[in-house]
């Protein structure tokens, strides 16, 4: 029995991953349950076995996303809010070296074309990134390391909302991540806060 549960634990991961490879690369409407059944070497009915409909899927890989970034906060809640705007820059850069687009960008770019309950997944998803980009910014102004007008809620939509244009500038100018981040530190007050790379 445990046997059998190891083994369709393991197939569905290697759909989700795969299924994941492909929407990052391709979006979420240009692939099939074909495209995943011809890379691993199953039949369709394998993968309705485990996500009986493309919308189960899509919003398995969504909701894997927002364990996936509930993680990520989390390790990085003994930073200071400097620090960890970094490594919110580091996100969309981790992408960018893939050659992948961001899961918040595709789904955002296709929103109006998916089923609604993706629709509503990607939205708690976004507003998680965006909320995490809010709250940086607002401890960053009470700890006195951030300085800049207006309010956290609309700083922390700007530097989402850069980011996520910075991506997409960065598929035809590798160097747009880096200029957009530290504009960004300058926009926040800080002198080198930005892509870091060695």
Not at 99 to 119: D, R, V, W
Request: one cysteine or more; a positive charge.
């Amino acid at each position: 029995m445990t046997a059998d549960l190891d083994a369709r634990h393991d197939t569905r991961k290697k759909i989700l991953d795969l299924a994941e490879t492909l929407l990052l690369t391709r979006g979420f409407n240009a692939f099939s349950y074909q495209h995943i059944s011809a890379e691993l070497g199953m039949r369709n009915a394998a993968i309705h076995y485990h996500f009986a409909r493309k919308t189960d899927l899509g919003v398995a890989l969504i909701e894997r996303y927002r364990r996936r970034f509930a993680r990520f906060i989390a390790a990085q809640a003994g930073l200071a809010p400097a620090e960890q705007l970094t490594r919110y820059y580091a996100l969309s850069d981790s992408y960018h070296q893939r050659q992948q687009i961001c899961p918040s960008g595709i789904l955002s770019a296709e929103l109006h074309t998916l089923p609604a309950e993706m629709q509503q997944a990607a939205g708690a998803f976004v507003a998680e990134m965006r909320a995490w980009a809010v709250d940086i910014v607002a401890r960053g102004r009470a700890d006195g390391s951030m300085h800049y007008a207006g309010s956290a809620e609309g700083m922390g939509a700007l530097v989402f909302a850069a980011m996520q244009g910075a991506l997409q500038l960065a598929r035809f100018d590798a160097a747009a991540i880096g200029g957009v981040t530290q504009q960004l530190a300058a926009l926040l007050g800080l002198a080198t806060v930005g892509n870091n790379k060695e």
